[in-house]
């Protein structure tokens, strides 16, 4: 064995690929005797056909036969001692067979098969799974932590929660963590399957196993190895590698039951023939491979593709009942929307100033779990808002969170609790009134016992909500429910917005439970739960199948579901059940076509059509077609994406809207308070949002019709998805010019009553339609970084090889 290196591999790397003499005894061990039984048979060719040496072939020849026999032997001893079929047995039988009757040839060629074969279905099975073993063997095993000045390699289990690491360019993240010092480019392609690398600005949220494809950055570890992302998928992974799928089990079962009628028409052949020679032949070209090797293979390629797309299956049992989904039950919050509320408006009272409102609630929100407050944070700066760090920090489950910024102390939660239980002004009920009617969320902010304002959240739809329930339609799915604790009015809006069939609002994690079990009862299939948070981890489990949404390795969702969506994006639901139908498919394609022709061989060899020699060769040659054809479902889909440029262009459009959507909000802010302004006041600020539209929006309308609606065009495989965004693009230009034309005509003249009414109306139908035409764009926006075109709704798209 050759002495490796001495430079180790970069600290947090996975450990380096053996060499070629690490991996030699390993190839030795699968391709060794396949490779003796082959020499073999060339010399005794070369012997026999040659060197005319007749006796000395056939003895190389038994000597071939015999080393195969011995271990076979005691492999089907043992099998049938486990009560297991011992398919094997067949090759047993036709070599002893084959000595017994002089057909040396047609002996080794058998042997061959068996020694040989096994070196195939390891490698076939290896190539099969080569996503999920990239997956166990990338883990993270080195990390480099800070101690005052100096920098310490060391092993990633000593890692604990609030050790400073450094990432180096090319190492991988080791352990869950926030970025301290320096902006981190992370490609993190093994733990979504997507190929672009993503920005995580300092404070943000990076996870073990990623790979730092920028300037080295610090992190503070939040978490251990073992409690980490990383090993957590690890652990997943591990348990849908050693799961069989009841087709496996199906195939294994059947595969016993072909032994003993191959004896019976081996034996009747050489019955009624009067020769053993055609009862040989039926035994050499019997085989059972196309049901122990086919399905086995197809479902591990299966989920080994689904890996690599950053889809976690446990197992084949979980592929397999995809294929068979009836009813998709879906959690609202962060399944539908995306669970990144985003600050749509801060609301005033009194004298209170927006920054200085935004600013307490950022500077307390800091030290806050909910799920509001790093929204609330991002935003803030975002706004050029810094927070200060507060002192005093309490936090009240389910009411808000309390701390001193500036000598002050701010309370900000619940309208209730921040006010102090004292009566709410009419400005916050009616801010109430409002997100009841709308389904935003707000958060109310108090200092020293006076309410200064409110937040407005809101947690947007999934762009491809809507397209992927529609996805799911055509691939067979009959039901659709939607489940949430909100309230039922904001609940049916969601569920009409992305057409799911019932809508179960205000339910518990145990109501949740209660619907899965009815929904079950009530359809002819199985029932497939969508979650992902810790309070969906009941239903999930009590599904037919589990589906954890964005969630990493170690959580509750993910360890009590069957399917783990790592990467955070619901039209890869689509894209799994397609590959699941497609896989299951693909392996009984094998496993009829495969026993079919070696039945029909059989048939063949009984009538002395085939002789011994014949029959080995067709054999492999029918093992070999069934191998390559289930290996086909390691390929990609016919929902696999479309080109790379193609989904950095939607990325693009997407990061201007989001540049985009603090302007956008103006226009329902300022529609809101056209009374409340004076007269000078309102106009400055209807002058420079008229600015922002004409300069910045229509731009961004006009940059997106010329080079991304073709692209759409081009993408759709029916009819063009364009047409209502090119008709809302002619409105908004009309309704931005109608508010220039009316500024024009108010000048620096009286504002009247009808004046004020008319910006308002402007103002909240600009709001409206922009919100709506976003929307639309988000929706097919997804046809070019999903692979799904308008076809999608009917038929498979486009497949790659």
Request: proline share 5%; with cysteine.
């Amino acid at each position: 064995m050759t002495q490796q290196s001495e430079s180790a591999p970069p600290s947090g790397s996975a450990t380096a690929s053996p060499s070629l003499a690490d991996r030699v005894p390993d190839r030795l061990k699968v391709w060794g005797p396949g490779s003796a039984v082959a020499a073999a048979l060339v010399l005794g060719l070369v012997l026999d056909l040659l060197a005319d040496q007749r006796e000395a072939a056939v003895a190389v020849w038994l000597v071939a036969i015999v080393g195969a026999i011995v271990p076979l032997t005691i492999e089907t001893v043992r099998a049938l001692a486990r009560r297991e079929a011992g398919v094997d047995a067949i090759a047993l039988l036709a070599m002893v067979g084959a000595i017994a009757l002089g057909e040396w040839v047609a002996g080794v060629i058998v042997a061959l098969m068996y020694t040989g074969g096994e070196g195939l279905e390891s490698y076939a099975a290896s190539r099969a799974r080569r996503e999920l073993t990239a997956l166990v063997e990338g883990a993270p095993r080195r990390a480099n932590r800070r101690r005052g000045d100096e920098l310490e390699e060391v092993d990633v289990d000593a890692v604990v929660p609030g050790d400073e690491l450094v990432v180096r360019p090319g190492e991988l993240v080791p352990v869950d963590g926030l970025v301290r010092e320096g902006q981190a480019v992370l490609d993190e392609r093994t733990l979504t399957g997507e190929s672009r690398p993503v920005e995580r600005p300092v404070g943000a949220r990076v996870q073990s196993g990623a790979t730092n494809a920028g300037s080295p950055f610090t992190m503070r570890a939040t978490a251990t190895a073992e409690d980490s992302t990383y090993t957590g998928l690890v652990r997943l992974v591990e348990s849908a590698q050693a799961e069989q799928a009841p087709f496996e089990r199906l195939a294994d079962r059947a595969a016993g039951v072909f032994l003993p009628i191959t004896v019976v028409v081996a034996t009747a052949a050489w019955l009624l023939s009067g020769d053993p020679v055609n009862g040989l032949a039926v035994l050499v070209v019997a085989t059972p491979c196309p049901m122990i090797l086919a399905a086995p293979i197809a479902i591990t390629s299966g989920v080994s593709r689904l890996a690599g797309r950053g889809v976690l299956v446990k197992g084949g049992g979980a592929l397999e009942a995809l294929a068979d989904v009836d009813t998709v039950l879906l959690d609202k919050t962060g399944t539908l929307t995306a669970g990144r509320p985003r600050l749509v408006e801060v609301l005033t009272f009194g004298e209170a100033r927006p920054d200085e409102v935004l600013h307490l609630a950022a500077s307390v929100d800091q030290l806050s779990a909910h799920v509001f407050a790093a929204s609330i944070v991002d935003a803030a700066r975002a706004r050029g808002v810094d927070p200060a760090f507060p002192d005093a920090v309490e936090a009240e489950t389910g009411s808000g969170i309390a701390g001193t910024v500036g000598g002050r102390r701010v309370r900000v939660g619940r309208a209730s609790w921040a006010a102090q239980d004292r009566p709410l002004p009419p400005e916050a009920r009616a801010v109430t009134r409002r997100t009841a009617v709308e389904g935003t969320s707000s958060v109310f902010v108090a200092a020293d016992g006076v309410l200064l304002g409110a937040l407005l959240l809101d947690d947007p739809l999934r762009p491809e909500a809507a397209r992927t329930l529609r996805g799911l339609r055509a691939l067979g799915v009959r039901r659709f429910a939607m489940v949430t604790g909100d309230h039922g009015d904001i609940a049916e809006l969601v569920g009409e917005a992305v057409g799911v069939d019932r809508v179960l609002a205000e339910r518990s994690p145990s109501d949740k439970l209660d619907d899965v079990r009815a929904l079950r009862a009530e359809g002819r299939g199985r029932v497939l739960m969508v979650g992902d948070g810790v309070n969906d981890a009941p239903a999930l489990a009590e599904a037919d199948i589990g589906v954890a949404m964005g969630a990493q390795g170690a959580t509750a969702s993910s360890e009590a579901s069957d399917v783990i969506l790592v990467v955070d994006r619901l039209d890869r639901l689509q894209e799994t059940l397609a590959v699941a139908q497609r896989t299951r498919r693909i392996a009984w394609q094998s496993v009829a076509a495969g026993m079919g022709m070696s039945m029909v061989a059989m048939g063949f060899a009984a009538f002395g059509y085939i002789t011994p020699v014949v029959g080995a060769v067709l054999q492999e040659v029918i093992d070999l077609a069934v191998i390559a054809n289930a290996l086909r479902a390691l390929r990609a889909s016919e929902y696999a994406p479309t080109r790379p440029e193609l989904a950095e262009r939607a990325a693009g459009v997407r990061a201007e809207h989001g540049e985009l959507a603090s302007g956008i909000d103006r226009l329902r802010a300022l529609a809101d308070s056209v009374d409340a302004l004076a007269p000078s006041e309102l106009l400055d600020e209807l002058r420079s949002l008229h600015r922002f539209l004409s300069e910045d929006l229509l731009a961004h309308e006009l940059d997106e019709e010329r080079s991304v609606f073709p692209l759409l065009s081009q993408a759709s495989d029916g009819e063009d998805p364009t047409a209502p965004l090119r008709h809302t693009h002619r409105e908004i230009v009309r309704l931005v010019r109608l508010l220039g034309h009316t500024l024009d005509a108010i000048g620096d003249g009286p504002l009247e009553d009808a004046d004020r009414a008319e910006l308002r109306r402007l103002l909240y139908g600009l709001h409206a339609i922009m919100r709506l035409h976003n929307a639309q764009e988000e929706e097919a926006l997804g046809m070019l970084d999903s692979g799904d075109g308008a076809g999608a709704d009917a038929a498979p798209l486009r497949s790659r090889s």
